[in-house]
């Protein structure tokens, strides 16, 4: 979306989200990539909701302290849309050369997109070739936003001295980051990335270092904040606090905690088992979405199983969530802390909430 051949040594990835805005910005070096900057911003209240930007003007002043903090004016720069605007599909069509592929993507899908008249702006990814029905086709997976939605994030970038050039695709920028970055990934096999946002998620299935499949999770962190409110008798704000700073899944046995109420902290061992309990409850739904769509990807793939399931995106933080997933999914989860190649203005290591941002970036330094 908004694609061009701009590719440059160094690359900016925007991941406006709507708790927070990330910023990372990095350097090809050799044979890998030197992170220049990362920044965290609280999105303005209300700014940007399921993906569309509600307050232009304020979202415009944000990312322009984002700027002013750095040496970032008139910098090209690369984001994504998310929420519900974003519909995506997998789609299937004969092989092809791909100079034709162009045209009977966007004939094809727009059969399955369910936005009538609408003018979108559309994307895809070819998955590759694939056996169905006797003979063999391409895998598409189509993203497509109403263009009106894509012009407010244009012009918001376009207020704060930004130029966007690219509005790329969640799956291609997370899987991107996992080759090329996360330190995490074999060459071959399959694995999954979970990324948790505040309203929303993403699942993809990368099988070979290339996405084999994704969907989105209708869930995300607000949903274990407001759990949380509900356990304790308070309000949101109070409860992001709690499961940001004392939340700890898993943290304690339920005979360490019972043992906790015997030596009479019983009041607030009794409200962190609350927590707990209200968390689990809250990530049940995230169990079952998970655990269908790797049902679904075995159908499709039953060759390449899913060996291992990383964890980004700023609710992946959750301590223990990760040990719980783990025992629920029976595979190995990770949560997608890397090591990066920093410098004298930013440490070694990029937090698992950056991941989207930094494939972002990446999308401006690597040849795809």
Same mark, same amino acid.
């Given at each position: 979306?908004?694609?061009?051949?701009?590719?440059?040594?160094?690359?900016?990835?925007?991941?406006?989200?709507?708790?927070?805005?990330?910023?990372?910005?990095?350097?090809?070096?050799?044979?890998?990539?030197?992170?220049?900057?990362?920044?965290?911003?609280?999105?303005?209240?209300?700014?940007v909701t399921d993906g569309t930007i509600a307050n232009p003007a304020a $979202?415009? %002043?944000?990312? +322009?302290?984002? @700027?002013? /903090?750095? !040496?970032?004016?008139?910098?090209?720069?690369? =984001?994504?849309?998310?929420?519900?605007?974003?519909?995506?599909?997998?789609?299937?069509?004969?092989v092809m050369p791909e100079k034709e592929l162009d045209s009977?993507?966007?004939?094809?899908a727009e059969r399955y997109l369910p936005f009538g008249n609408q003018e979108l702006v559309m994307d895809y990814l070819n998955l590759g070739e694939v056996e169905a029905e006797g003979k063999k086709q391409l895998s598409i997976l189509v993203a497509a936003v109403p263009a009106e939605v894509a012009r407010a994030y244009y012009?918001?970038?376009?207020?704060?001295q930004l130029e966007l050039v690219v509005i790329d695709i969640v799956p291609a920028a997370l899987v991107r980051w996992a080759g090329s970055m996360g330190n995490l990934m074999p060459a071959n096999g399959s694995y999954a990335l979970?990324? $948790?946002? %505040?309203?929303? +998620?993403?699942? @993809?299935? /990368?099988? !070979?270092?290339?996405?084999?499949?994704?969907? =989105?999770?209708?869930?995300?962190?607000n949903l274990l904040t407001e759990a949380v409110a509900r356990a304790l008798g308070i309000n949101l704000h109070e409860a992001q606090r709690v499961k940001e700073e004392e939340a700890r899944?898993?943290?304690?046995?339920?005979?360490?905690?019972?043992?906790?109420?015997?030596?009479?902290?019983?009041?607030?061992?009794?409200?962190?088992?609350r927590?707990?309990?209200?968390?689990?409850?809250?990530?049940?739904?995230?169990?079952?979405?998970?655990?269908r769509s790797m049902d679904f990807y075995r159908t499709q793939s039953p060759n390449s199983p899913v060996g291992r399931v990383v964890l980004t995106g700023g609710t992946s933080l959750l301590p223990g969530l990760d040990r719980y997933l783990a025992q629920e999914l029976d595979l190995p989860v990770e949560v997608g802390n890397t090591v990066v190649m920093g410098n004298a203005h930013y440490p070694g290591l990029l937090d698992a909430g950056y991941a989207l941002a930094a494939g972002l970036a990446l999308r401006g330094v690597m040849p795809y």
């Open positions: 979306m908004l694609a061009t051949t701009w590719k440059r040594q160094t690359g900016i990835g925007i991941d406006l989200g709507t708790e927070a805005i990330k910023l990372v910005e990095l350097r090809k070096q050799g044979a890998g990539y030197q992170v220049l900057s990362a920044l965290r911003m609280a999105t303005p209240q209300g700014a $979202l415009a %002043a944000r990312l +322009g302290e984002m @700027v002013a /903090s750095g !040496n970032y004016r008139r910098r090209p720069v690369v =984001t994504t849309i998310g929420g519900r605007k974003v519909i995506s599909r997998h789609i299937r069509v004969p009977a993507v966007k004939w094809e012009n918001a970038f376009l207020a704060a979970v990324d $948790l946002g %505040a309203e929303m +998620g993403n699942l @993809v299935i /990368s099988s !070979n270092r290339q996405v084999a499949f994704a969907r =989105t999770i209708p869930m995300g962190g899944l898993f943290e304690d046995s339920v005979n360490a905690r019972h043992n906790r109420e015997q030596e009479g902290l019983d009041e607030t061992a009794a409200a962190m088992s927590v707990d309990s209200a968390l689990k409850d809250a990530l049940s739904d995230l169990v079952r979405e998970i655990r």
